[in-house]
């Protein structure tokens, strides 16, 4: 079965960095693309943009572009997300979630559980 | 300010039906299909619709998906109180390969 198990929930002062991962299990890794969504307390799903399993290429969403990478390690099935000089309002869950892609159209089929980071001095 | 616009709550009893609407553009919807998310309180997102409305295997056929134009809505039928959460709707711009979610909808199941 499809599992996407991410890393545990991380502490960090403002002006840190830190890599969450999300490892893939029960498919082919290089098959499907994988997308990162953050949800900060209380408020709603933000897509962060996605990274090509294939060919490791990564689109950022708006916002998100400069302090956030999306990498990936094929070898283990695992992708991640480093964000680096965390600010405050980075405190968020972040999902990982699988790109299910038929013909035009994407969706997100399996989720990780959530990692939440939490940025505070 | 979400690019997609859902109704911050919807509410209704145990067995009634309920709708919840999302409207967005010729840029996503309008040209798009769109997928429907329920999230648990606590929980990660799950897909309850995709390609407008098809649902994944294991989704009861209480839960549908429609669209119209740059709208979309999602139905739910003989609510339960298990079903109280909350509602994203979302599409995929293949142009940009881009992704995008409404604001989310609160289901109260009174």
């Known amino acids: 079965q499809v599992q996407l198990v991410q890393s545990g929930s991380e502490l960090k002062k403002p002006g840190a960095s830190v890599k969450v991962s999300c490892k893939a299990s029960?498919?082919?890794?290089?098959?499907?693309?994988m997308c990162w969504v953050r949800q900060a307390p209380g408020q709603g799903l933000e897509w962060m943009g996605w990274i090509n399993t294939n060919t490791g290429n990564p689109t950022i969403a708006q916002g998100f572009a400069g302090r956030f990478v999306f990498s990936l390690d094929t070898s283990v099935s695992t992708a991640y997300v480093e964000i680096s000089s965390l600010k405050a309002e980075d405190t968020a869950v972040y999902y990982c979630?699988?790109?299910?892609?038929?013909?035009?159209?994407?969706?997100?089929?399996?989720w990780g559980q959530g990692t939440m980071v939490t940025v505070s001095s | 300010q979400s690019v997609l616009t859902q109704p911050p709550s919807v509410s209704a009893a145990p067995g009634q039906k309920v709708t919840i609407s999302c409207s967005g553009g010729s840029s996503n919807i309008g040209n798009n299909y769109v997928s429907w998310y329920q999230q648990l309180p606590g929980t990660a997102p799950k897909v309850l619709i995709y390609?407008?409305?098809k649902r994944p295997s294991g989704i009861p056929d209480r839960f549908s998906g429609s669209k119209s134009g740059t709208s979309a809505t999602l139905g739910i039928t003989g609510l339960q109180t298990g079903d109280e959460a909350d509602y994203y709707c979302?599409?995929?711009?293949?142009?940009?390969?881009?992704?995008?979610f409404g604001g989310g909808t609160r289901l109260t199941v009174l």
């Open positions: 979302g599409t995929w711009d293949g142009g940009l390969s881009a992704g995008v």
């Open positions: 390609e407008n409305n």
């Open positions: 979630a699988r790109l299910f892609c038929s013909g035009a159209t994407c969706w997100f089929d399996f």
């Open positions: 029960g498919y082919t890794f290089t098959t499907y693309g």
